[in-house]
């Protein structure tokens, strides 16, 4: 309600709609009485008065001469409005329970309008098309964020863009309380959302968020562009040997953790005088640069894939058979028999199952030639991993051992 209050093109618009002349508008704007609510509280006089000889000598005063009737009608039908809309204020803000239904605080359509004009001359080099710009609801967000001095985290899901929200309008009842006590039915508009899980959609995401802070007067969009663009070029850079890229979950993690500290910082003060630096720029040039914020960037190191084992000693080669089908060197040969030679497996493995059963040596390095399914056994033993404790269906080389 407080910016329809101090809005002059709120203002404007509605003294036009009413039918007061533009000069008289002029007038008021001159004289810095161009709001609701400063025009409510311009002079001593209340509409439940037995006279309005104070609206006529405050009229004659500020336009220099006696108002004509039709002028004066609808002058006193504005100052009814001005009134009503500041008591009305105050009676929100006083209400210990107010309506849930009205807790976002609606822009003025003519407030909105004018700042998407300045904003779209401001920023020349940005295309504004219903895909691109901030939806509506998007932007009063924020302007409730200035009004009541709380900053709350806006996750990029709920970043919706002003065709996504016209696609998804959904009214749905609702029933609410009112300060007496009375129930009340009313119609709750259901909130739009988008995805961002992808680096395009995030950044989009991103850039309508700044945007709607920038037409709420939360932020400037050059400040917290820069900062979205500062997360974005961390995806490029290259990471020293064995860690891994930064993800887009970490640069979600790092936003979030920023405006965590931002909103502590900004408590009740997240509004300014005209031309002053806003307190949330202020917030985000000092976080931008800490350390607490910058931890979130850390590279981590890199998933390392599992090894094949270093292959056996080979099997020694046959003996040639002797004379009689004896295998090796006769009883009568000089040379000594050989023994066969035990067979290697890397540290921390076994030759045999849980139950005591071959295992296939060949089948944790892929070399085994049977096209059996897995944990079945070929001549040279059970296809299981031979990891002491693992013994599951999967080569040494390809098993984590753990699922």
């Known amino acids: 309600m407080s910016s329809t209050l101090d809005s002059e093109a709120a203002f404007t618009d509605r003294a036009e709609t009413m039918g007061i002349q533009k000069w008289i508008i002029e007038k008021l704007k001159d ?11 311009a002079f001593t006089y209340s509409p439940q008065s037995a006279t309005d000889e104070p609206l006529k000598k405050f009229l004659t005063d500020l336009l220099e001469e006696e108002p004509a009737e039709d002028q004066l009608a609808a002058l006193r039908r504005l100052f009814f409005e001005s009134h009503t809309m500041a008591l009305t204020d105050v009676r929100m803000r006083a209400e210990s ?66 065709s996504q929200e016209v696609e998804a309008v959904k009214k749905d009842p609702t029933v609410s309380t009112d300060a007496s006590g009375m129930l009340k039915i009313g119609t709750k508009q259901s909130d739009a959302s988008c995805e961002a899980n992808s680096e395009l959609k995030l950044r989009a995401a991103w850039q309508r968020k700044n945007l709607a802070m920038d037409l709420a007067g939360l932020a400037t969009f050059e400040l917290t562009e820069s900062w979205t663009q500062y997360l974005f070029t961390q995806l490029l850079k290259e990471q020293p040997k064995g860690f891994a890229k930064i993800s887009l979950q970490q640069l979600v993690d790092c936003d979030k953790h920023m405006w965590i500290l931002a909103s502590h910082m900004t408590m009740g003060k997240l509004s300014c005088s005209p031309g002053e630096t806003k307190p949330l720029d202020a917030a985000i040039g000092k976080l931008k640069d800490s350390t607490e914020v910058l931890q979130y960037l850390t590279p981590v190191p890199a998933l390392r894939n599992h090894e094949a084992p270093q292959p056996s000693t080979p099997r020694p080669p046959k003996q040639q058979k002797g004379e009689k089908g004896q295998k090796g060197h006769g009883k009568g040969s000089d040379a000594p028999a050989t023994a066969p030679s035990k067979v290697q497996v890397p540290e921390g493995c076994v030759t045999h199952d849980s139950e005591n059963r071959p295992l296939c040596f060949a089948y944790q390095t892929g070399k085994c030639k049977f096209k059996g399914p897995a944990g079945k056994r070929c001549a040279r033993g059970y296809h299981k991993c031979y990891k002491r404790g693992c013994q599951r269906p999967k080569p040494f080389y390809l098993c984590n051992h753990a699922d």
């Open 31 to 41: 004289r810095r009485f161009a709001t609701f609510g400063k025009l409510a509280f």
């Open 97 to 162: 329970n107010p309506d849930p239904s009205a807790t976002t605080r609606k822009l003025p359509v003519a407030e909105r309008v004018v700042r998407q004009k300045e904003q779209e001359k401001r920023l020349g080099g940005i295309v504004f098309t219903p895909s691109t710009i901030p939806s509506n609801h998007l932007v009063d967000t924020f302007v409730e964020m200035v009004e009541t001095g709380v900053l709350t985290h806006v996750k990029a899901e709920h970043c919706c863009s002003r």
